[in-house]
């Protein structure tokens, strides 16, 4: 038994995202039905519907950053119940029993589910994400929302947000921590609120003054501008304690270890296409890291939910309606966009 429900999908690499009907399954024991309130556009999203990153098999809904309230659930459900709100991030199911799925790093795990261009391990069809009306998840993998927070607001976090807390936790972020953000878009300003909530100092290295303004609102107490001063960078050698490297495009990498003091960690959260390049005394000298890092486990995003809404971080968004999905995609490609946009589900 299914339920048909009102969705944008991508039917062809590079064609404009079309509004049709999905099926969503019939609760299971452990699963929870969700009306969707809002999804975020991920630039990960466009770059899978436009087979950048391979090819995925069409058609197929984007969208894991999904909150919503709970209308149903299965018989064997205890963390939920009717009328919560609930979130789903990037992830509907795992293995559940390997090593890094019992550490709760179900992100690890070899047969992790995506939320979207996946395919479920019980019935093998294909996964579809958020930007749909309603989703059917297990409640081990579905969230809870702090209802303090702007629903609309929190919804990157489910990407954006633990994307970004897992390596300041991981790199041990903490009151009077050096925190460098590199870049400050979708990425970098949720990374800005997170830091300086941990008390860490936050410079931002953006390539101009355009955005100081708001990084300062939110949180920065420096601003590095590398078009206004190409020698930056060298005024701020053993400096920062971590370096969290939100862009895709290439980077002088040796530049920016220099600027870490001992023990420092340069993580990446972008994917260049070109290799990067380091010398082994700049890692050496300083027991320095230069180190990567991609989402979290469902117990470390619930984690950084409860923490921003202690702390009341949220996303900066435009909200826009879904007939706006496919102008979004190519604002978001020209980084015309502060800082996400988030899709109300009521439109579509």
């Known amino acids: 038994m299914t339920t048909n429900v009102a969705a ?12 049709g009907t999905i099926e969503r399954r019939d609760l299971r024991p452990d699963d929870i039905r969700i009306e969707i309130e809002f999804a975020g556009i991920c630039h990960s999203d466009i770059h899978t519907v436009r087979e950048e990153w391979g090819p995925i098999d069409f058609p197929m809904v984007p969208g894991h950053e999904i909150i919503g309230r709970v209308t149903e659930v299965g ?8 009328g919560e709100r609930a979130g789903v991030g990037c992830l509907v199911d795992s293995c559940r029993e390997c090593e890094w799925c019992l550490k709760g790093e179900e992100n690890n795990c070899p047969h992790a589910v995506g939320t979207y261009n996946g395919v479920d391990r019980f019935d093998g069809r294909p996964t579809d994400g958020g930007y749909a009306t309603e989703i059917v998840v297990s409640e081990a993998f579905a969230l809870h929302i702090p209802e303090n927070l702007d629903p609309a607001a929190t919804t990157p976090l489910l990407c954006a947000g633990i994307t970004t807390y ?4 991981t790199w041990g972020v903490t009151e009077g921590s050096k925190v460098a953000v590199v870049g400050m878009g979708g990425l970098g300003h949720v990374a800005v609120k997170l830091a300086k909530a941990m008390g860490a100092e936050v410079t931002v290295i953006s390539q101009t003054r355009s955005k100081e303004e708001d990084g300062r609102r939110f949180g920065a107490t420096d601003w590095i501008a590398r078009k206004e001063d ?19 495009a290439h980077i002088d ?16 959260l972008g994917l260049p296409t070109e290799a990067l390049e380091v010398s082994a005394p700049l890692l050496i000298g300083g027991r320095k890291s230069l180190t990567g890092s991609n989402i979290g486990g469902i117990r470390e995003t619930q ?12 996303a900066e968004i435009e909200l826009i309606k879904a007939d706006d999905i496919n102008d979004a ?6 980084s015309d966009v502060r800082y996400r946009f988030v899709i109300d589900a009521k439109t579509l």
């Open 75 to 82: 018989s064997e459900v205890s963390k939920f119940s009717v």
């Open 253 to 268: 990498v040796q530049e920016f270890m220099a600027t870490l003091r001992p023990h420092g960690a340069m993580v990446l």
């Open 329 to 334: 995609y190519d604002r978001v490609v020209g």
């Open 8 to 19: 944008y999908q991508a039917v062809a690499s590079g064609a404009p995202l079309e509004k």
């Open 230 to 248: 190409p020698e930056a960078l060298k005024n701020h050698k053993g400096v920062f304690d971590v370096i969290i490297n939100t862009v895709s």
């Open 303 to 314: 984690e950084m939910l409860d923490f921003c809404g202690e702390h009341e971080v949220t």
């Open 166 to 169: 897992s390596p300041l936790r």
